[in-house]
């Protein structure tokens, strides 16, 4: 329980942070301020200026708001699709079970940053598509884990009992099956949106996900590049923020998984 304590307090503090930064800095993340291009970190600004006179804390902040909801927006919509997909296929079974895993398999056969790229070269840039693009590279992992799951909850002795008394097939998945492996799927939710972090911060790194002026932690990463070496300060907000914020899923996951095989 101390790595999922340690996690939940360190989610907290960055979410915290990038929730009330409207009330923490008084900088418009938006907002140039040509006479102060370049300002190294003070009491007016914690973390300096970059080239166009934005505040960085203030910047880190928001970008923090985009990354994080694209983050757990593109988590849930990866265990919503391929966890549903998956109880359907272990539940009806048949040709419905053959297609959609030859469909999954076929996702699974590319790379997952190279099929992110893939989809979001075909709709484009932005936040809807990046959360989309990860959504479905993402949900093959949940389809197999839930499929698995359900096939092998299915034949223990309660499900056969439930389907004895008369239990429909929804009823023994929904209610009797999924109950005793969600606590799984949760452990891999939150290494999920740990990966999906790095994964949407590369993107808008690269331009290909949050377009500028709009900041997320790749988007304000990047453009501190321009100037790293004259500015190195610049990208230490944005930096720092993208690790605490994946280390604390990464610390959830952990502590998830500890308490979970302690209960078996």
């Given amino acids: 329980m101390k790595r999922v304590r340690l996690g939940l307090l360190l989610f907290l503090l960055v979410a915290g942070s990038a929730l009330l930064a409207p009330w923490l800095v008084r900088h418009d993340p938006l907002e140039p301020d040509y006479r102060a291009r370049y300002a190294a970190p003070s009491g007016e600004h914690l973390l300096g200026t970059?080239?166009?006179?934005?505040?960085?804390l203030?910047?880190?902040?928001?970008?923090?708001?985009?990354?994080?909801?694209?983050a757990l927006s593109a988590t849930g919509l990866t265990l919503l699709l391929g966890g549903l997909l998956g109880l359907l296929a272990a539940g009806v079974g048949g040709l419905t079970d053959t297609a959609l895993s030859r469909l999954f398999d076929a996702l699974l056969a590319f790379p997952g940053f190279l099929l992110i790229l893939l989809v979001v070269a075909i709709l484009g840039g932005g936040a809807a598509q990046t959360v989309l693009a990860m959504g479905v590279a993402g949900s093959p992992v949940y389809f197999r884990l839930t499929r698995g799951f359900t096939r092998s909850e299915l034949?223990?002795?309660?499900?056969?009992?439930?389907?004895?008394l008369g239990a429909a097939r929804p009823r023994?998945?929904?209610?009797?099956?999924?109950?005793?492996?969600?606590?799984?799927?949760?452990?891999?939710?939150?290494?999920?949106?740990?990966?999906?972090?790095?994964?949407?911060?590369?993107?808008?790194?690269?331009?290909?996900?949050?377009?500028?002026?709009?900041?997320?932690?790749?988007?304000?990463?990047?453009?501190?590049?321009?100037?790293l070496t004259r500015q190195p300060w610049a990208a230490v907000g944005p930096g720092l923020f993208l690790a605490a914020a994946s280390l604390s899923f990464q610390f959830l996951s952990d502590g998830l998984r500890d308490v979970l095989d302690r209960r078996e």
């Fill in 155 to 164: 034949r223990r002795e309660y499900v056969l009992a439930a389907r004895a």
């Fill in 172 to 227: 023994q998945l929904l209610r009797h099956a999924l109950p005793n492996f969600v606590g799984s799927l949760g452990v891999q939710a939150a290494s999920t949106a740990a990966t999906f972090l790095l994964v949407e911060a590369s993107l808008s790194y690269l331009g290909l996900g949050v377009p500028l002026p709009t900041p997320s932690w790749g988007n304000v990463l990047q453009d501190a590049r321009s100037y």
């Fill in 58 to 70: 203030s910047r880190s902040l928001a970008g923090g708001r985009v990354s994080l909801l694209i």
């Fill in 50 to 56: 970059d080239g166009l006179g934005r505040d960085v």
